[in-house]
């Protein structure tokens, strides 16, 4: 799980970034958050040119000729403000800095920074809630299992599924809940509620993990047990072999 307390760096260390808009682009594209290259969304043509001024990405197909802008689908989106200057406002922000602050250090209105606070309040909140409930992470290989418990109550003897996972990281973050069956449906429920979707589960050959990929777009590899217990990955760069021993599933 990603550490939510990264130490803010000092000023003259992103003072290029929150004064320069194009730096600033390059920064968020170093950072993935920006892409640097656009496929045409309207006829697929996968070279669209970057223009640096509109800060579109334009279809150069005489037919299409589109403009997408490189913000598309981002905070900065139909920002009034430019993209250094949010970043600028969120970096005072995080160091704490009162509303009178804020409005001295970027001269920005005091409406739009109530505007963006918000939003920046509401990105971090949704994160936190993703990182306490969830395991696993972007790449991170998360095993996932359910297992039958027997109880003793009343003298009665109750069957109890329970579901879990644990990360293959040296933290092994689970999860584990107690389901009421073992259906497709109350499975990927609980892998939606506790996976993060940038993880890749491993899991058996369970059928109602079947449609991991499908519905939920998580990565998933699935294990045949009765083949062994060990899972071979085969990496194309490196050419090499790597060898998973899957006891935890
Ligand atoms: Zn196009």
């Known amino acids: 799980m990603a550490h939510l307390i990264t130490p803010i760096p000092p000023l003259y260390q992103v003072k290029e970034i929150i004064e320069n808009e194009s730096r600033c682009l390059e920064y968020l594209q170093d950072l993935s958050v920006l892409p640097r290259t656009m496929t045409c969304i309207y006829c697929n043509n996968p070279e ?8 579109t990405f334009n279809c150069g197909k005489r037919e299409c000729r589109k403009r997408i802008s490189i913000f598309n689908g981002t905070i900065f989106s139909k920002a009034k403000l430019k993209c250094n200057q949010i970043m600028e406002l969120s970096y005072f922000w995080l160091s704490k800095a009162t509303r009178k602050q804020l409005n001295i250090y970027t001269n920005i209105a005091p409406a739009n920074i109530t505007r963006w606070t918000q939003i920046f309040r ?13 395991i696993g992470g972007p790449d991170i290989i998360v095993e996932i299992d359910e297992s039958l418990f027997h109880k003793n109550r009343q003298n ?22 107690i389901c009421k069956d073992r259906t497709a449906d109350t499975l990927l429920d609980l892998i939606q509620k506790y996976v993060h979707p940038g993880s890749i589960i491993y899991s058996d050959m369970f059928k109602s993990y079947n449609q991991i990929y499908s519905c939920l777009g998580i990565r998933h590899h699935q294990i045949n047990h009765s083949q062994g217990m060990t899972m071979i990955d085969y990496n194309e760069t490196s050419n090499k072999l790597k060898i998973y021993h899957t006891n935890n599933i």
């Open 48 to 55: 669209m040119n970057f223009d640096d001024k509109e800060l």
């Open 122 to 134: 509401t990105i971090i909140t949704q994160e936190i809630r993703i990182s306490e409930t969830k």
């Open 156 to 177: 009665k003897m109750e069957q109890l599924w329970v579901f879990g996972g644990i990360e293959r990281t040296k933290e092994k973050q689970i999860f584990a809940q």
